[in-house]
Antibody, heavy 116, light 112 residues
Framework: EVQLVESEGGLVKPGGSLRLSCAAS????????MAWVRQAPGKGLEWVGR??????????DYAAPVKGRFTISRDDSKNTLYLQMNSLKTEDTAVYYC???????WGKGTTVTVSS | DVVMTQSPLSLPVTLGQPASISCRSS???????????LNWFQQRPGQSPRRLIY???NRDSGVPDRFSGSGSGTDFTLKISRVEAEDVGVYYC?????????FGPGTKVDIK
């Protein structure tokens, strides 16, 4: 069964950092482009960014609101995707979903709250 | 950035009746490879989103055939032939032709 399981989120103060991870199983992770999408409370879906497979260069792309603050990375030996979030702002409060690059598979999401 | 608009934003439907959601993009979604990367997602209350349709009209595995997608260029439609109770939720269109990829605002479908 194809599965994506995000790590637990948490409560972080503005300006703080948090790293999310996403454990993948049931498919060849190393071949997959992966992405993070978020959803603020009561709002719609918003792209955070994506990472290509290493065979496609392993490069990353980010949405403007997070560029320079968030970093997506992957460890293909562990079938794990990461989202390093720095300089967090209150507007980063959201449920963060790990997805495959084409958004065909989604994790259950993890809640990140940025508040003092 | 490509702006995605949807209409209506709220859609009360009668069980067993058809429903239709429109999605428009601010520029053509035809990619250089000739494909049009327009997707539809369903998000039931309290659940993660689920992709229903990719590349305009291709249903994902396990998606009932009462869901269909159509359109071209900048105008797209998701149709539900006969609405069932389990179809309640928010539906989003999303383009992944032009980075940054963008979602529509969502259409909330509920039962009259």
């Amino acid at each position: 069964e194809v599965q994506l399981v995000e790590s637990e989120g948490g409560l972080v103060k503005p300006g703080g950092s948090l790293r999310l991870s996403c454990a993948a199983s049931g498919f060849t992770f190393s071949n997959a482009w992966m992405a993070w999408v978020r959803q603020a409370p009561g709002k719609g879906l918003e792209w955070v960014g994506r990472i290509k497979s290493k065979t496609n260069g392993g490069t990353t792309d980010y949405a403007a609101p997070v560029k320079g603050r968030f970093t997506i990375s992957r460890d293909d030996s562990k079938n794990t995707l990461y989202l390093q979030m720095n300089s967090l702002k209150t507007e980063d409060t959201a449920v963060y979903y790990c997805t495959t690059g084409g958004l065909g598979v989604w994790g259950k999401g993890t809640t990140v709250t940025v508040s003092s | 950035d490509v702006v995605m608009t949807q209409s209506p934003l709220s859609l009360p439907v009668t069980l067993g009746q058809p429903a239709s959601i429109s999605c428009r993009s601010s520029q053509s979604l035809v990619y250089s490879d000739g494909n049009t990367y327009l997707n539809w997602f369903q998000q039931r209350p309290g659940q993660s989103p689920r992709r229903l349709i990719y590349k305009v009209s291709n249903r994902d595995s396990g998606v009932p055939d009462r869901f269909s997608g159509s359109g071209s260029g900048t105008d797209f439609t998701l149709k539900i032939s006969r609405v069932e109770a389990e179809d309640v939720g928010v539906y989003y269109c999303m383009q992944d032709t032009h980075w940054p990829f963008t979602f529509g605002p969502g259409t909330k479908v509920d039962i009259k």
